[in-house]
């Protein structure tokens, strides 16, 4: 069976400060794609990154970058010197037969002035 | 293009009633999916297709029906409204990876 887990809820913190945002993916496959989306307050979902699972490779993306770990399931996340525009729900979707994206349960990110 | 649109934005059903969400996308995906999201959690998904003339049940068909007639349209039937089917419902589009959403229906069935 294959589970996405994000297991923080909400995150809090002050404007400029970095954050990870933390995803693991259980599955028995060995080939997936993983995606991360954005919804903020407005309610549309923004497609953010998608990463292979032969691909471990760190990326940077401007403020944003992604940390892909196939050994221990994980996917994370980070914003770099966040800002109060960056203040959303961000959701980890991998992407399982079918073409299907299971969704995690997302992550409410909260950056204060 | 225009991407995925959707079809009312807002809608407020009495139960029983019927209505059918509609959604077209114009970047030629043969992919098309329909979710619901409920307040607080993440998306699930109700149906899909790969193709014209082609749909499947998704984690929670039950309340709903679908058809794609063309590659373009994929419209959602909801035949008799329950106040469990209150949600947003989102349409998405891929060609083999990253879906592209439309932005949303938000409906209310009381």
């Known amino acids: 069976a294959q589970k996405v887990t994000q297991a923080q809820t909400e995150i809090s913190v002050v404007e400029k400060e970095d954050v990870t945002l933390d995803c693991v993916y259980e599955?028995?496959?060995?080939?997936?794609?993983l995606f991360w989306y954005k919804q903020p307050p407005s309610g549309e979902l923004v497609f953010l990154i998608r990463?292979?699972?032969?691909d471990e490779q760190n990326e940077i993306s401007g403020r944003y970058s992604w940390n892909f770990q196939k050994s221990t399931s994980s996917f994370n996340f980070t914003i770099t010197a966040s800002q109060v525009v960056d203040s959303a729900v961000y959701f980890c979707?991998?992407?399982?037969?079918?073409?299907?994206?299971?969704w995690g349960a997302g992550t409410k990110l909260i950056i204060k002035p | 293009n225009a991407g995925v649109t959707q079809t009312p934005k807002f809608r407020i059903l009495k139960i029983g009633q019927s209505m059918t969400l509609q959604c077209t996308q114009d970047?030629?995906?043969?992919?098309m999916y329909w979710y619901r999201q409920d307040p607080g959690m993440g998306l699930k998904l109700i149906y899909y297709?790969?193709?014209?003339?082609?749909?499947d049940k998704g984690e929670v068909p039950n309340g709903y029906n679908v058809s794609r007639s063309t590659t373009e349209d994929f419209p959602l039937r909801l035949e008799l409204a329950a106040p469990s089917q209150t949600s947003v419902y989102f349409c998405?589009?891929?060609?083999?990876?990253?879906?592209?959403f439309g932005p949303g229906t938000r409906l209310t069935v009381l």
């Open positions: 297709s790969v193709g014209a003339g082609i749909t």
């Open positions: 979707a991998p992407r399982g037969s079918n073409y299907q994206l299971i």
């Open positions: 599955t028995r496959d060995t080939t997936y794609y």
């Open positions: 990463r292979n699972s032969f």
């Open positions: 998405a589009s891929s060609y083999s990876n990253e879906q592209f």
């Open positions: 970047m030629n995906h043969n992919y």
